[in-house]
Antibody
Framework: EVQLLESGGGLVQPGGSLRLSCTAS????????MTWVRQAPGKGLEWVAD????????YYADSVKGRFTVSRDNSKSTLYLEMNSLRAEDTALYYC??????????????WGQGTLVTVSS | QTVVTQEPSFSVSPGGTVTLTCGLS?????????PSWYQQTPGQAPRTLIY???TRSSGVPDRFSGSILGNKAALIITGAQADDESDYYC??????????FGGGTKLTVL
């Protein structure tokens, strides 16, 4: 069974940092593009970042570019999101998602349950 | 700044048909944007309904279909049921690794 399990969320002060993890199982992790998507409380979904299967190519939403870094460790089947200079507007439930193929244009066919990040003093 | 547009809310009667649309603030949506649709109920992760404009994801009932209507992508629900009451999001692939979500449509079945 394909599964994604996020962790690392919590309460952090504005300007602080946090690293999220997403542990994958049930599929060949190193073959697929992976994505972070977030959802602020009561709001819609927002694409945050994609990383290619090899980890070489990374793409970011303008709202997080320069502050967030996506990475992956294929030997551990784990996806990461390093978040720096956090702002109140980064408060959200962060989902990791698996794309159906090795292309960023393909859809997501598996989602985790999310990890909550709260940025507040 | 390109924005993906969706109706904020829509209402449909049980058994009725509803068409939700997904447009662009500038320009037309085509199959090149590889439109996909996701359903989300409160407290749950999104579920994939339609991808590549009109391909149903595994296990999705055939009352859900996708197409391009005019200059927008469309999600058509035929014979709406009570448990179709959810939020629906479209996603467009903008190229260069960038994907954009629409703001979502809250569908009420009553």
């Amino acid at each position: 069974e394909v599964q994604l399990l996020e962790s690392g969320g919590g309460l952090v002060q504005p300007g602080g940092s946090l690293r999220l993890s997403c542990t994958a199982s049930g599929f060949s992790f190193s073959s697929y593009v992976m994505t972070w998507v977030r959802q602020a409380p009561g709001k819609g979904l927002e694409w945050v970042a994609d990383i290619s299967a090899s980890g070489y190519s990374k793409y970011y939403a303008d709202s997080v570019k320069g502050r967030f870094t996506v990475s992956r460790d294929n030997s551990k089947s784990t996806l990461y999101l390093e978040m720096n200079s956090l702002r109140a507007e980064d408060t959200a439930l962060y989902y990791c998602a698996k794309r159906m193929s090795g292309s960023s244009w393909s859809h997501w066919d598996c989602w985790g349950q999310g990890t909550l990040v709260t940025v507040s003093s | 700044q390109t924005v993906v547009t969706q109706e904020p809310s829509f209402s449909v009667s049980p058994g009725g048909t509803v068409t939700l649309t997904c447009g662009l603030s500038s320009g037309s949506v085509s199959t090149n944007y590889s439109p996909s649709w996701y359903q989300q109920t409160p407290g749950q992760a999104p579920r994939t309904l339609i991808y590549s404009t009109n391909t149903r994801s595994s296990g999705v009932p055939d009352r859900f279909s996708g197409s391009i209507l005019g200059n927008k992508a469309a999600l058509i629900i035929t014979g709406a049921q009570a448990d179709d009451e959810s939020d629906y999001y479209c996603v467009l692939y903008m190229g260069s690794g960038i994907s954009l979500f629409g703001g979502g449509t809250k569908l009420t079945v009553l």
